[in-house]
């Protein structure tokens, strides 16, 4: 018998113990209004004596203080009145180098252990200042002040502190003059007050959170930003110009530091974990279920290796506070991705990048944290229900930093222990994964070389041989200058990839998607003999990336067929090579009816290394903010008007030929000011003469109920009809006889992803997530490939026996997650997850309600955890 336990009791008990705990934390605490404060006797060293001085236009000097300084959000101690004020503060969005609407100014302090800010945001209505409550890094439409420190004056690196009026910390780090970290996390304070003259922010940055070198005298680099979210304005001190290329490059400079310590740091963080889980047997739609109570406890250290470097290691890290992927249905030819959102694998991972493919801003590379930790890759073939979902990670270390002289060096390694199938089979044998990279910058940062390496070695036994790569490697080498005043870039990467096994796994190595040799009609065959595999990749490109309103990038790059690096890289296919170009209008003042603008225009072409075309297209779309913040955005596209082929649509089989297409996009989302904004996209795309098409709309809202209450809603709802869907290979791919066959798939797709989020305090909170997904299809029209480089569309294909069914997969995940975090980097969550999953009911027919009502109706898979941890640092 199972115990279905419904979804609300549960997440009404954490909101209950959320809100009492902060209730009592409020009862507890002392009275916050200023009036009841007795202000500090505070006495200026003899030494700095000197009046307060105003900052340049890029030049701001700190001052030092021996005594102590209370963190309360006002500028109440003397020592406040020692240091210079920041006041020149200019608009930087939506006008660049405008007059802000209101004033701002700053002060710097420091002493042996802390550096002291304080922000006074000048605002003439108060009551209009917005500070919404949320779960610490998490960005709300509201009020913010940053701070950020280029400690190593590189201008290249750099720190960020924000907070809102409510007390909210985010920070995040910058890397490569721009890019920005935002898993990084530090230990630090910040206060903040509203009063009758708009609202302030004092920062207590502890010294050892930051990375300086070992010298007498130090100048950092700052840049001061202030957002007013209701007039959609954001002010910086000194002027980031959009127009320009970089960020950190762009800080002004932070003197007078003299004496600092050496800077340490060592944080130690144990943690212990106890888990109830279900554990389901059977396949029926009510299965049968037991439970199961586990413990865990780990460990994590992070250590300051001289001023230079950061050692970070986990042993027996879990994750199980970590929002579950969203639910997908993969019918196409390669592998799904999926964002890394494990803490350790996401902070300071930056210096591993090495991007070889990027789409739309997604890019993949030679290092792809989740394969640390895998679904085991052979539950499928030696797993059983009692089979872990994944690898466990037996332990991790990466060490990161950066010279005085440019030099950025990164290595990260990590263990992975077997993971047991049926019959104490291997499901996933020990892996050992090693990252390293090394990025040198000169002229400034202005060229840049850089190096990597991966390696993988797996301890193989008699299960896993015939079927895993037993070592892995990959290297490579990429560069990039800037010239023409810094507004033009050329940039590249060479890289090669050696990966190593037993016969058989290299013949699945070459026979995978990801490489195709056994295609009957292509120019590769396979070699069963062979016990290595090597491949190379390079890439060439010429972009715009600052000056004026325009941006440009154009490239090629090729990828040889033998090219291999998904045992710690992403890769959906090698054998190609593809050229793109790309172009953008922009604005950087606003107008009568826009805020901002952008219009751009897309070409790509790519073809197999043997030069058979498999793709080409184009299109033009824009975005715009309105006048009345309303955010628009269409596009519309055409590919394939030229002969091109798909030669992995056959999975193995001969290339197929594909036809003209169109497709398009559009969406709005409303005032985001307001507590409730909806929006709406809306997708289509039409093919194969009109045999072929899509439509999916998706409607969203996001709201806010108070400013501790907020959440938000999507639905995706969609029905597509392609008429050459792949079913299956009757017979072996590449070998003669093999029927390829293809059916008309009618497929409905609906979701929904829910996010409700209550905040007690900035430090105690309720955040709940849940996503239904249910997709369906049906295939007709069963047919064979026949002649699939035809033009003539009918003529590629004939008719085959049977009826090739369909399918029906249901899926619901969710977590509900209250975070209390107890002391500075200390934490405490209840977590709560729960699965529901079905398939093969009711395949090939979809009815929303029946459906929804199977998928709520299946067992659940029910796991309950409590971990917390304490953190221990210098």
Same mark, same amino acid.
């Given at each position: 018998?199972?115990?279905?336990?419904?979804?609300?009791?549960?997440?009404?008990?954490?909101?209950?113990?959320?809100?009492?705990?902060?209730?009592?934390?409020?009862?507890?605490?002392?009275?916050?209004?200023?009036?009841?404060?007795?202000?500090?006797?505070?006495?200026?060293?003899?030494?700095?004596?000197?009046?307060?001085?105003?900052?340049?236009?890029?030049?701001?000097?700190?001052?030092?203080?021996?005594?102590?300084?209370?963190?309360?959000?006002?500028?109440?101690?003397?020592?406040?009145?020692?240091?210079?004020?920041?006041?020149?503060?200019?608009?930087?969005?939506?006008?660049?180098?405008?007059?802000?609407?209101?004033?701002?100014?700053?002060?710097?302090?420091?002493?042996?252990?802390?550096?002291?800010?304080?922000?006074?945001?000048?605002?003439?209505?108060?009551?209009?200042?917005?500070?919404?409550?949320?779960?610490?890094?998490?960005?709300?439409?509201?009020?913010?002040?940053?701070?950020?420190?280029?400690?190593?004056?590189?201008?290249?690196?750099?720190?960020?502190?924000?907070?809102?009026?409510?007390?909210?910390?985010?920070?995040?780090?910058?890397?490569?003059?721009?890019?920005?970290?935002?898993?990084?996390?530090?230990?630090?304070?910040?206060?903040?007050?509203?009063?009758?003259?708009?609202?302030?922010?004092?920062?207590?940055?502890?010294?050892?959170?930051?990375?300086?070198?070992?010298?007498?005298?130090?100048?950092?680099?700052?840049?001061?930003?202030?957002?007013?979210?209701?007039?959609?304005?954001?002010?910086?001190?000194?002027?980031?110009?959009?127009?320009?290329?970089?960020?950190?490059?762009?800080?002004?400079?932070?003197?007078?530091?003299?004496?600092?310590?050496?800077?340490?740091?060592?944080?130690?963080?144990?943690?212990?974990?106890?888990?109830?889980?279900?554990?389901?047997?059977?396949?029926?739609?009510?299965?049968?279920?037991?439970?199961?109570?586990?413990?865990?406890?780990?460990?994590?250290?992070?250590?300051?290796?001289?001023?230079?470097?950061?050692?970070?290691?986990?042993?027996?890290?879990?994750?199980?506070?970590?929002?579950?992927?969203?639910?997908?249905?993969?019918?196409?030819?390669?592998?799904?991705?999926?964002?890394?959102?494990?803490?350790?694998?996401?902070?300071?991972?930056?210096?591993?990048?090495?991007?070889?493919?990027?789409?739309?801003?997604?890019?993949?590379?030679?290092?792809?944290?989740?394969?640390?930790?895998?679904?085991?890759?052979?539950?499928?073939?030696?797993?059983?229900?009692?089979?872990?979902?994944?690898?466990?990670?037996?332990?991790?270390?990466?060490?990161?930093?950066?010279?005085?002289?440019?030099?950025?060096?990164?290595?990260?390694?990590?263990?992975?222990?077997?993971?047991?199938?049926?019959?104490?089979?291997?499901?996933?044998?020990?892996?050992?994964?090693?990252?390293?990279?090394?990025?040198?910058?000169?002229?400034?940062?202005?060229?840049?070389?850089?190096?990597?390496?991966?390696?993988?070695?797996?301890?193989?036994?008699?299960?896993?041989?015939?079927?895993?790569?037993?070592?892995?490697?990959?290297?490579?080498?990429?560069?990039?200058?800037?010239?023409?005043?810094?507004?033009?870039?050329?940039?590249?990467?060479?890289?090669?990839?050696?990966?190593?096994?037993?016969?058989?796994?290299?013949?699945?190595?070459?026979?995978?998607? %990801?490489? $195709?040799?056994?295609?009957?009609?292509?120019? =590769?065959?396979?070699? *069963?003999? +062979?016990? &290595?595999?090597? /491949?190379? !990749?390079?890439?060439?490109?010429?972009?715009?990336?600052?000056?004026?309103?325009?941006?440009?990038?154009?490239?090629?790059?090729?990828?040889?067929?033998?090219?291999?690096?998904?045992?710690?890289?992403?890769?959906?296919?090698?054998?190609?090579?593809?050229?793109?170009?790309?172009?953008?209008?922009?604005?950087?003042?606003?107008?009568?009816?826009?805020?901002?603008?952008?219009?751009?225009?897309?070409?790509?072409?790519?073809?197999?290394?043997?030069?058979?075309?498999?793709?080409?297209?184009?299109?033009?779309?824009?975005?715009?903010?309105?006048?009345?913040?309303?955010? %628009?955005? $269409?596009?519309?596209?055409?590919?394939?008007? =030229?002969?091109?082929? *798909?030669? +992995?649509? &056959?999975?193995? /089989?001969? !290339?197929?030929?594909?036809?003209?297409?169109?497709?398009?996009?559009?969406?709005?989302?409303?005032?985001?000011?307001?507590?409730?904004?909806?929006?709406?996209?809306?997708?289509?795309?039409?093919?194969?003469?009109?045999?072929?098409?899509?439509?999916?709309?998706?409607?969203?809202?996001?709201?806010?109920?108070?400013?501790?209450?907020?959440?938000?809603?999507?639905?995706?709802?969609?029905?597509?009809?392609?008429?050459?869907?792949?079913?299956?290979?009757?017979?072996?791919?590449?070998?003669?006889?093999?029927?390829?066959?293809?059916?008309?798939?009618?497929?409905?797709?609906?979701?929904?992803?829910?996010?409700?989020?209550?905040?007690?305090?900035?430090?105690?909170?309720?955040?709940?997530?849940?996503?239904?997904?249910?997709?369906?299809?049906?295939?007709?029209?069963?047919?064979?490939?026949?002649?699939?480089?035809?033009?003539?569309?009918?003529?590629?294909?004939?008719?085959?026996?049977?009826?090739?069914?369909?399918?029906?997969?249901?899926?619901?995940?969710?977590?509900?997650?209250?975070?209390?975090?107890?002391?500075?980097?200390?934490?405490?969550?209840?977590?709560?997850?729960?699965?529901?999953?079905?398939?093969?009911?009711?395949?090939?027919?979809?009815?929303?309600?029946?459906?929804?009502?199977?998928?709520?109706?299946?067992?659940?898979?029910?796991?309950?955890?409590?971990?917390?941890?304490?953190?221990?640092?210098?």
């Amino acid at each position: 018998m199972i115990t279905r336990i419904r979804p609300y009791t549960v997440t009404a008990l954490l909101a209950t113990i959320v809100l009492t705990v902060s209730a009592s934390a409020r009862a507890q605490a002392q009275p916050s209004s200023v009036a009841a404060r007795t202000e500090p006797s505070l006495v200026l060293d003899a030494a700095n004596r000197a009046p307060a001085s105003r900052a340049t236009d890029r030049l701001v000097t700190a001052f030092r203080t021996r005594t102590p300084m209370e963190l309360d959000g006002i500028d109440r101690e003397l020592a406040w009145r020692g240091a210079p004020v920041i006041e020149a503060f200019r608009e930087m969005q939506p006008n660049e180098d405008g007059d802000p609407a209101f004033a701002t100014e700053a002060r710097v302090v420091y002493d042996d252990s802390h550096l002291y800010l304080h922000v006074r945001a000048f605002d003439p209505s108060p009551d209009s200042i917005v500070g919404l409550l949320s779960r610490r890094d998490q960005r709300t439409p509201s009020d913010y002040i940053a701070i950020m420190i280029d400690s190593y004056l590189d201008k290249r690196t750099g720190y960020a502190f924000m907070i809102n009026p409510a007390g909210v910390q985010r920070d995040w780090y910058v890397y490569n003059d721009g890019v920005e970290d935002l898993t990084w996390d530090a230990v630090w304070d910040a206060k903040t007050v509203v009063d009758s003259l708009g609202w302030s922010a004092e920062f207590r940055i502890p010294l050892n959170q930051l990375r300086f070198p070992d010298q007498p005298e130090h100048t950092f680099g700052i840049l001061v930003l202030r957002e007013v979210q209701r007039r959609g304005e954001r002010y910086s001190w000194p002027l980031l110009r959009r127009s320009r290329v970089g960020v950190v490059s762009q800080f002004g400079e932070l003197g007078g530091f003299a004496g600092l310590p050496r800077s340490r740091r060592l944080e130690i963080r144990p943690y212990l974990v106890e888990r109830n889980v279900t554990r389901l047997r059977g396949n029926g739609p009510l299965r049968d279920a037991s439970r199961a109570q586990e413990h865990a406890a780990g460990l994590d250290v992070k250590y300051g290796l001289g001023a230079n470097f950061t050692i970070d290691a986990t042993v027996n890290p879990d994750f199980g506070q970590v929002e579950a992927d969203p639910a997908v249905l993969n019918l196409s030819a390669f592998e799904q991705f999926f964002q890394e959102r494990r803490p350790f694998f996401i902070e300071g991972v930056g210096i591993f990048r090495y991007d070889i493919d990027c789409n739309d801003g997604q890019c993949t590379g030679l290092f792809y944290p989740r394969r640390i930790g895998r679904a085991p890759q052979l539950a499928g073939l030696h797993g059983d229900n009692a089979t872990s979902q994944f690898s466990p990670i037996l332990g991790a270390a990466k060490m990161t930093g950066r010279l005085p002289s440019g030099l950025s060096i990164g290595v990260l390694d990590a263990v992975t222990g077997r993971t047991n199938g049926a019959q104490g089979r291997t499901a996933e044998p020990q892996t050992n994964y090693m990252v390293a990279r090394a990025v040198q910058e000169l002229r400034g940062g202005n060229s840049v070389v850089g190096v990597m390496a991966t390696g993988v070695q797996r301890a193989l036994d008699d299960w896993s041989t015939p079927y895993l790569r037993r070592s892995a490697w990959s290297g490579g080498l990429d560069a990039r200058h800037r010239f023409g005043g810094n507004r033009f870039e050329v940039s590249g990467f060479l890289a090669a990839s050696h990966v190593r096994g037993d016969t058989a796994a290299m013949s699945r190595t070459q026979r995978s998607l %990801v490489h $195709a040799y056994m295609r009957p009609d292509g120019a =590769l065959t396979v070699d *069963d003999t +062979r016990t &290595a595999l090597n /491949g190379t !990749a390079g890439e060439l490109s010429l972009r715009k990336v600052g000056g004026g309103r325009t941006r440009f990038a154009m490239g090629y790059q090729r990828k040889s067929a033998g090219f291999e690096i998904n045992d710690v890289g992403f890769l959906t296919r090698s054998d190609i090579q593809s050229q793109y170009a790309w172009g953008q209008l922009f604005s950087l003042q606003p107008t009568a009816r826009f805020r901002r603008f952008g219009v751009n225009v897309n070409q790509w072409a790519s073809w197999n290394t043997a030069g058979l075309p498999l793709n080409h297209g184009g299109n033009v779309n824009g975005n715009a903010e309105l006048a009345n913040f309303w955010n %628009v955005y $269409a596009g519309i596209g055409v590919e394939n008007l =030229l002969p091109a082929f *798909d030669d +992995r649509a &056959a999975r193995g /089989g001969p !290339a197929v030929r594909r036809n003209a297409g169109v497709f398009g996009w559009s969406g709005l989302d409303t005032d985001g000011r307001r507590p409730i904004v909806p929006g709406l996209s809306l997708n289509w795309g039409l093919g194969d003469g009109g045999r072929s098409w899509n439509v999916s709309a998706g409607p969203r809202v996001q709201f806010r109920g108070s400013s501790r209450v907020q959440g938000s809603v999507s639905v995706n709802s969609g029905r597509a009809v392609r008429d050459w869907q792949w079913v299956g290979n009757v017979g072996a791919a590449g070998a003669d006889g093999t029927a390829y066959t293809f059916a008309t798939l009618d497929q409905h797709t609906h979701s929904l992803t829910a996010r409700f989020d209550v905040t007690a305090s900035p430090t105690l909170s309720l955040q709940v997530y849940a996503q239904p997904f249910i997709t369906t299809g049906r295939f007709t029209n069963w047919r064979q490939l026949a002649d699939p480089r035809a033009t003539d569309y009918d003529a590629r294909f004939t008719p085959y026996d049977g009826d090739p069914g369909g399918f029906n997969v249901k899926e619901f995940r969710s977590n509900v997650v209250a975070r209390w975090e107890y002391r500075p980097g200390s934490t405490l969550f209840f977590v709560w997850q729960q699965g529901r999953s079905q398939s093969g009911v009711d395949a090939g027919s979809f009815d929303l309600s029946r459906d929804v009502g199977n998928l709520f109706g299946s067992a659940p898979n029910n796991t309950f955890l409590v971990k917390a941890s304490y953190w221990f640092g210098r």
